[in-house]
């Protein structure tokens, strides 16, 4: 029985607004229905990581505030748990605990191991070519064997000097010689989710 109907995904999706395309999403939900993880990790924190919280306790590192510069991940002091995106109303609804840190520090992955190991992993932090590699050499061996670590913006072109243009996450996974299990992308509507086994 899937833990995710398309009818509670939809009604969910209107009321958080994640930045992820519909339909990539929901791609993903019946990933995670197959999979059924028993816990989740999110890089990068947002609305997404509310869905991951139906399937399992969910670990998310949010960014932080982008206000102070124009680079992700500067180096942020650990802030502490914060429980967001509760859903009461919910009796399947596991919850997800929520940190602001900078994913590239060694204390925060040295916190985050005390949740693992993970049945899932979600990449969407910095986008930069560089720091999508430190995430995959840092966060993948948090999750087990036969796991699944997924991207968001697979076909997203970049953002951040000296990777425009460059489709970093793509860059990331040539330049560690990786090659994606799936992708999905929905043209006009998307930047795509890429999934690799573990």
Known sequence: MPIMTKEKFDEMFQSIQPAQCPFELWWMMEKLNQIQPTRCLEIGGGGSSFFWGFFAPTISLT?????TSDVPHEPQEFLGFEEIFIYKDHPQYTGVRSFIANSHLQSTLDKVKEFGPFDFLFIDGDHRRGGVEMDIKMYFPLVKPGGLAAFHDWDHSGTYPPDLICHPVQKAFETLGMIPTEVKITPGQGYG??????
Do not use: A, D, M
């Open 63 to 67: 960014l932080g505030n982008y206000s």
């Open 193 to 198: 989710i890429s999934t690799f086994q573990l």
